[in-house]
């Protein structure tokens, strides 16, 4: 409940009646946060950035398909606050002959940011999702879980429902 309340966040308090975002998105950024920046040396920039870059070909895809996309609208700016790998990374397994491709944990990912909206207005973002469980983890690749919470937040972005999730 806490985490329903903490930010109502980008589109859902200036949604129409349908759902639908007021002014369509014509620009999605998306850069990595400073704490996930800082393990950086443990999972590996490359897949940092491969994170990001999915990320923000999720949400804009995701727009694109709903019609939400579209020129003279506002920005998404988003922040990779934090991600975390439901397998080791290849940078980890590199780094220690204790840890196997087979281990499995629980991932999961934040995203942060802000909506600016054409008249300069700005509209706080943020979605997480951590399972609670590891029967919930949904697949069994490095950043699953991470991947699943793009499709999750990219999902709302496009429907206008954009709101703290657990």
């Known amino acids: 409940m806490k985490s329903l309340l903490a930010v109502i966040g ?3 308090a200036s949604t ?12 999605v950024t998306v850069v990595i946060g400073p704490k996930l920046e800082a ?8 897949d ?12 804009e895809s995701a727009l694109a398909r709903s019609g939400a ?8 700016e988003l922040v990779l606050a934090d991600a975390i790998p439901n397998r080791p990374t290849s940078k980890q397994l590199g780094a ?9 944990g629980i991932g999961g ?14 509209r706080p973002v943020r979605f997480q999702y951590r399972p609670v469980d590891i029967r919930d983890v949904h697949a069994a690749g490095v950043w699953s879980d991470a991947y699943w919470t793009f499709e999750q937040f990219a999902g709302r972005a496009a429907r206008g429902d954009l709101y703290a999730a657990r």
């Open 10 to 12: 980008a589109l859902g």
């Open 16 to 27: 129409a009646a349908i759902g639908a975002p007021i002014a369509p998105i014509s620009q």
């Open 39 to 46: 393990k950086a040396n443990v999972y590996g920039q490359r």
């Open 48 to 59: 940092l950035d491969q994170l990001a870059d999915g990320l923000r070909k999720a949400v």
């Open 69 to 76: 996309a579209g020129p003279g609208g506002g920005r998404l």
């Open 96 to 104: 220690s002959t204790d840890l196997s491709f087979r281990s499995v």
């Open 109 to 122: 990912a934040t995203i942060e940011g802000a909506l600016v909206l054409p008249d300069g207005a700005t």
